[in-house]
C-alpha cells in the first residue's frame, strides 16, 4: 500500500490524478498490485484505482478504513 498525502499547494491530487499516478508509478518503479490511497484535503482517505500504472478511477474507503488510515498516520509521525 502507498500512502499520499494532499498538502493543499496548488493542483489537488483529486484533480491531478493521472499525473500523479504517472509520477508515482515512476518513483516506485511500478505501482504494480499495490494500493494507491490519498488522504484529500479534507482529511478524508480515498484509493486511486490503477490498472497497469494508469489512472483508472476512485473508490471510497469505508468508515473502517479510514480510521485504520489515520491511526497509522498518527503512528508513523
Known sequence: MLILLDLDR?????NS???VVRLVDGLVDGIGK?????R?????YDEI?????????????SISQQDFLRGLLLKSL
Do not use: N, P
Open 10 to 14: 496548488g493542483a489537488t491530487i483529486t
Open 40 to 44: 484529500d484535503t479534507a482529511g478524508r
Open 49 to 61: 484505482l490503477v490498472d497497469s500504472g494508469v489512472f483508472r478511477g476512485f473508490k471510497a474507503c
Open 34 to 38: 499495490r494500493r494507491l490511497i490519498y
Open 17 to 19: 490524478a493521472e499525473q
